[in-house]
């Protein structure tokens, strides 16, 4: 099973700003407040830093300072009120609420965190003997035009040299890398940017292909023709491995080389003899979808071809997939169900509906694999099912990692065990080497 939509909470997106007058009291400064474990995960500390404008408008950002990175540029809220004692905000990207009632002193907020199930959440007005620290990596942020009416957050970490180009993985924006982006400033100009649909990116409505893997792809080499970024390296983390392999697979000429950042699944490289059940139902809707069209004259493919192929190759590969998915599900039918996530945000939905097959990604790849990956808390106190759950990975992580090599032979591939998923959190040492050395053959 692909596990890649996870911890909304800690990876949702930047989004614009939607603020309101204030007529109570002043709230200005940092809330801190912490979310209580639930047995299977820690408490999460996070922070609110509020601000009012001249005119009276609020805005916040928000901190998890317990993720890992934890030194974000923080999360823009989508809204937030302060009508006499009632307190509310919300990060509509990520479906989360919270409401609360200030308290007479002004110095305690208590109410009601929403996720997928509510959860009590107090916020105490940080001071300052007892603020919890959370920085910002130094960088210039601008929007650059990537295509009609679409604007991308980019942030330039300075230095000189060739580009380097960071993109983020699903729900997250270019500042998860504020503390290691600027690591290679000495040799290289690093940018990072941050996807449409997320931090003050552009948001269109997630529909018409506009989130899908090539789009996405066009975006960043937009914003490389805009910036006059000549052959720059990609880095790119978990789906951001889809912009990597869609740029590298039609425009290798355009990059000087590609690093996934446990970004090397299916949406990256696909494997037919594996199969995808996502890539497969993808790719048969779209089928499908001309197949119909083609019955009304509304399609350049022609009705037989199209039926032939899916009566012959893609409806088999489908039966085939879903087999294969059935028989995972099956193996893990006797395990603890994970949390509830709740619904998905759209956007992220758009994305994965977008992903695409990429098989010929000729440019020189460097790309690493948590196999198996860090299990953290869960399950701590269940050694037989964690050594279950690790050896399930380490089966799955083998044939992924097999059949990226046999794919892309001149690929570079590195296993991180027992890596976090976001590899540089807890392997950070051992990126930076690897990265340098594959980088100084790239000069």
């Given at each position: 099973?692909?596990?890649?939509?996870?911890?909304?909470?800690?990876?949702i997106p930047l989004l614009m700003l939607l603020v309101v007058p204030v007529k109570?009291?002043?709230?200005?400064?940092?809330?801190?407040?912490?979310?209580?474990?639930?047995?299977?995960?820690?408490?999460?500390?996070?922070?609110?830093?509020?601000?009012?404008?001249?005119?009276?408008?609020?805005?916040?950002?928000?901190?998890?300072?317990?993720?890992?990175?934890?030194?974000?540029?923080?999360?823009?809220?989508?809204?937030?009120?302060?009508?006499?004692?009632?307190?509310?905000?919300?990060?509509?990207?990520?479906?989360?609420?919270?409401?609360?009632?200030?308290?007479?002193?002004?110095?305690?907020?208590?109410?009601?965190?929403?996720?997928?199930?509510?959860?009590?959440?107090?916020?105490?007005?940080?001071?300052?003997?007892?603020?919890?620290?959370?920085?910002?990596?130094?960088?210039?942020?601008?929007?650059?035009?990537?295509?009609?009416?679409?604007?991308?957050?980019?942030?330039?970490?300075?230095?000189?040299?060739?580009?380097?180009?960071?993109?983020?993985?699903?729900?997250?924006?270019?500042?998860?890398?504020?503390?290691?982006?600027?690591?290679?400033?000495?040799?290289?100009?690093?940018?990072?940017?941050?996807?449409?649909?997320?931090?003050?990116?552009?948001?269109?409505?997630?529909?018409?292909?506009?989130?899908?893997?090539?789009?996405?792809?066009?975006?960043?080499?937009?914003?490389?023709?805009?910036?006059?970024?000549?052959?720059?390296?990609?880095v790119g983390h978990s789906i951001a491995g889809e912009e990597l392999s869609s740029?590298?697979?039609?425009?290798?000429?355009?990059?000087?080389?590609?690093?996934?950042?446990?970004?090397?699944?299916?949406?990256?490289?696909?494997?037919?003899?594996?199969?995808?059940?996502?890539?497969?139902?993808?790719?048969?809707?779209?089928?499908?979808?001309?197949?119909?069209?083609?019955?009304?004259?509304?399609?350049?493919?022609?009705?037989?071809?199209?039926?032939?192929?899916?009566?012959?190759?893609?409806?088999?590969?489908?039966?085939?997939?879903?087999?294969?998915?059935?028989?995972?599900?099956?193996?893990?039918?006797?395990?603890?169900?994970?949390?509830?996530?709740?619904?998905?945000?759209?956007?992220?939905?758009?994305?994965?509906?977008?992903?695409?097959?990429?098989?010929?990604?000729?440019?020189?790849?460097?790309?690493?694999?948590?196999?198996?990956?860090?299990?953290?808390?869960?399950?701590?106190?269940?050694?037989?099912?964690?050594?279950?759950?690790?050896?399930?990975?380490?089966?799955?992580m083998d044939a992924l990692i097999k059949a990226f090599e046999t794919g892309l032979?001149?690929?570079?591939?590195?296993?991180?065990?027992?890596?976090?998923?976001?590899?540089?959190?807890?392997?950070?040492?051992?990126?930076?080497?690897?990265?340098?050395?594959?980088?100084?053959?790239?000069?």
């Amino acid at each position: 099973m692909r596990n890649r939509i996870r911890t909304w909470i800690i990876t949702i997106p930047l989004l614009m700003l939607l603020v309101v007058p204030v007529k109570a009291q002043d709230i200005n400064g940092d809330w801190q407040g912490t979310l209580k474990g639930d047995g299977q995960a820690n408490d999460i500390r996070l922070v609110l830093h509020i601000t009012r404008s001249n005119d009276g408008a609020l805005s916040a950002i928000f901190f998890n300072i317990s993720q890992k990175p934890a030194d974000l540029d923080g999360i823009l809220v989508s809204s937030v009120t302060l009508s006499s004692s009632d307190f509310k905000f919300s990060i509509d990207g990520a479906q989360a609420s919270y409401e609360g009632k200030l308290s007479a002193d002004g110095n305690t907020i208590t109410g009601t965190w929403k996720v997928a199930r509510p959860l009590p959440l107090t916020f105490q007005r940080a001071t300052k003997e007892n603020a919890w620290p959370y920085s910002s990596a130094p960088h210039t942020a601008s929007l650059v035009t990537a295509d009609k009416n679409i604007n991308l957050e980019v942030l330039d970490f300075g230095g000189s040299g060739r580009p380097m180009i960071f993109l983020a993985g699903l729900g997250a924006t270019a500042h998860v890398f504020d503390q290691f982006a600027p690591k290679f400033v000495q040799t290289y100009h690093v940018y990072g940017i941050t996807r449409r649909g997320y931090g003050t990116s552009s948001a269109p409505t997630p529909a018409n292909g506009n989130y899908a893997a090539d789009r996405l792809g066009d975006d960043v080499l937009a914003v490389m023709d805009r910036l006059k970024l000549e052959r720059p390296v990609l880095v790119g983390h978990s789906i951001a491995g889809e912009e990597l392999s869609s740029i590298g697979s039609r425009h290798p000429e355009k990059v000087a080389g590609l690093i996934y950042l446990d970004a090397g699944y299916a949406y990256a490289f696909y494997d037919s003899s594996r199969g995808d059940i996502i890539l497969q139902a993808n790719e048969l809707k779209k089928k499908l979808d001309d197949l119909i069209l083609s019955q009304f004259g509304a399609s350049k493919l022609d009705p037989t071809d199209l039926a032939n192929d899916l009566l012959q190759k893609s409806l088999p590969q489908m039966a085939k997939d879903i087999e294969e998915d059935q028989k995972q599900l099956k193996a893990m039918s006797d395990l603890p169900k994970p949390p509830a996530m709740g619904e998905v945000p759209a956007i992220g939905l758009a994305i994965i509906q977008g992903e695409r097959k990429y098989t010929d990604i000729r440019v020189p790849i460097l790309a690493f694999f948590a196999a198996p990956h860090a299990q953290g808390e869960m399950f701590k106190g269940k050694p037989e099912i964690r050594a279950r759950l690790e050896a399930m990975d380490i089966a799955r992580m083998d044939a992924l990692i097999k059949a990226f090599e046999t794919g892309l032979p001149s690929a570079r591939v590195v296993r991180l065990v027992h890596a976090d998923h976001f590899v540089i959190a807890t392997h950070e040492a051992d990126v930076l080497r690897e990265m340098n050395a594959f980088l100084t053959k790239l000069r």
